[in-house]
């Protein structure tokens, strides 16, 4: 009977943690309201983060598509993710962690921002090389927009996995430089 105790805790063990690092599978964003379940399926093939002061997580992620007549779209993902949630203490998983999202796409004719929040799942310490996380519950709406910039996916939700490198200085350069870049676009446009 003993034995069997062990057994039973050893599968609930073995399933509780299971469960603490369910993927999501490739991100997806999808419009709210779509019937047709088409989704857009960003596919970031690279990206990096770090660990600020304040105990917050930066992410940018990228992706670059080409169009039917041969342009380059490229869409950038940043995540903030500012707070680490406090075991018992607050409603949601233990490994939730609010987040907010900026996500820009850069087309040949013009450049839109989304913005929004979800949740975010980390599934390595802190300190890893890597970071391997989940985008949970994700909603975006489109907050500013330069060019002749065409809204397609109108308010979403976003959701799934996506992975990043250890780079404060890559993570800092490249956040400011996609700032940068929308918003001059955004200025000059007059939009």
């Given at each position: 009977m003993k034995q069997r105790n062990v057994i039973t805790l050893a599968l609930l063990v073995a399933t509780l943690a299971l469960a603490g690092c369910k993927s999501f599978g490739p991100m997806?964003?999808?419009?709210?309201?779509?019937?047709?379940?088409?989704?857009?399926?960003p596919d970031f093939t690279s990206g990096y983060f770090r660990f600020?002061?304040?105990q917050a997580y930066h992410f940018i992620l990228f992706?670059?598509?080409?169009t039917p007549h041969g342009g380059t779209v490229r869409q950038v993902m940043i995540l903030r993710v500012f707070w680490t949630p406090v075991p018992g203490v607050t409603p949601i998983v233990r490994t939730a962690i609010n987040a907010t999202i900026r996500y820009v796409i850069?087309?040949?004719?013009?450049?839109g921002m989304y913005q929004g929040a979800g949740f975010v799942r980390l599934h390595n310490s802190p300190h890893a090389r890597e970071m391997h996380a989940s985008l949970v519950?994700?909603?975006?709406?489109?907050?500013?927009?330069?060019?002749n910039f065409v809204d397609a996916i109108g308010p979403s939700r976003i959701t799934g996995d996506?992975?990043?490198l250890r780079s404060a200085e890559r993570t800092l350069t490249l956040t400011l430089r996609t700032?940068?870049?929308?918003f001059t676009a955004t200025l000059s446009n007059g939009r």
């Open positions: 997806r964003i999808k419009p709210v309201g779509s019937s047709s379940g088409a989704a857009l399926r600020s002061r304040n992706a670059t598509t080409r850069f087309t040949p004719h013009g450049c519950q994700g909603d975006l709406r489109l907050t500013g927009a330069s060019g996506f992975s990043a700032k940068r870049r929308f």
